[in-house]
Nanobody, 121 residues
Framework: QVQLVESGGGLVQAGGSLTLSCAAS????????MGWHRQAPGKQRELVAV???????NYVDSVKGRFTISRDNARNTVYLQMNSLKPEDTAVYYC???????????????WGKGTLVTVSS
């Protein structure tokens, strides 16, 4: 019913920048919070940044000042601008969204399949 598709990953040198996008499509009544998570090899998935429906944001300490999350509600899209990238930022990045498919239903959590970001030293 609802699909989230990430794009924008790739290979970048340390100190470089990338912008990830995640577009939600399908049966969408409204989208509440949207977020970006990442999972590095051998590590647990961690929340990187989250943005509410009205634009309030939170970040994990390790990316504060370097990453910026934003959203375009008209396009059902969330972005992650990543600057000053470090090798330790290398991971598969996943987006998620709390989506209501009908005004009578509570929001449910949907996830994308991920996009790989590799930062070389």
């Amino acid at each position: 019913q609802v699909q989230l598709v990430e794009s924008g990953g790739g290979l970048v040198q340390a100190g470089g920048s990338l912008t990830l996008s995640c577009a939600a499509s399908g049966r969408i009544f409204s989208i509440h919070a949207m977020g970006w998570h990442r999972q590095a090899p051998g590590k647990q998935r961690e929340l990187v940044a989250v943005i509410s429906s009205v634009g309030s944001t939170n970040y994990v300490d390790s990316v504060k000042g370097r990453f910026t999350i934003s959203r375009d509600n008209a396009r059902n899209t969330v972005y992650l601008q990543m600057n000053s990238l470090k090798p330790e930022d290398t991971a598969v990045y996943y987006c998620n969204g709390e989506v209501r498919t009908d005004w009578r239903q509570p929001p449910m959590d949907y996830w994308g399949k991920g996009t790989l970001v590799t930062v070389s030293s």
